[in-house]
């Protein structure tokens, strides 16, 4: 009996545009539906070892709210390789800054698999501070968390 697995081709892989509003969702959960859907985990063909992501669009960054204590005691580490490199800044300090971008960035990258498709998912994250995007072309479908 001649058994074969069926895998989605580059060029069959069809990717949808997704759109989240950043100052209606807590981001936590955000995140982790972004990371699904640049993985490609909405899709009934989905491989882990195939790249078959969507596109993520997440406008609003800049009125980002965290729930609880989160704004006050979250920080976000880089360390840049050397001794002594490494920097912490407070989330609320950064949302101060207009860097709401990174964190969301930083989050979702925090929730994607650390594997050689990483770099792949995060160029099709587009985040933008405000309503403004110029993505309406593809008619991005608007997501919601529940």
Do not use: C
């Amino acid at each position: 009996m001649n058994r074969t697995t069926w895998v989605n081709k580059k060029t069959e892989t069809r990717r949808d545009y997704f759109l989240f509003d950043a100052s209606e969702q807590p981001i936590g959960r955000m995140a982790t539906k972004i990371a699904e859907l640049l993985m490609g985990k909405n899709r009934a063909d989905y491989a882990p070892n195939v790249d078959q992501g969507n596109f993520v669009i997440v406008i609003n960054a800049d009125k980002l709210q965290l729930s609880g204590h989160k704004m006050e005691y979250s920080s976000l580490d880089r360390y840049s390789g050397y001794q002594g490199g490494r920097k912490v800044e407070r989330v609320k300090d950064l949302i101060k800054k207009n860097k709401s971008k990174y964190v969301i960035e930083h989050v979702v990258r925090g929730m994607l698999p650390d594997n050689k498709l990483k770099a792949r998912y995060m160029k099709r994250l587009k985040v933008y501070g405000t309503e403004i995007h110029p993505h309406n072309a593809q008619k991005p479908i608007k997501i919601s968390i529940e």
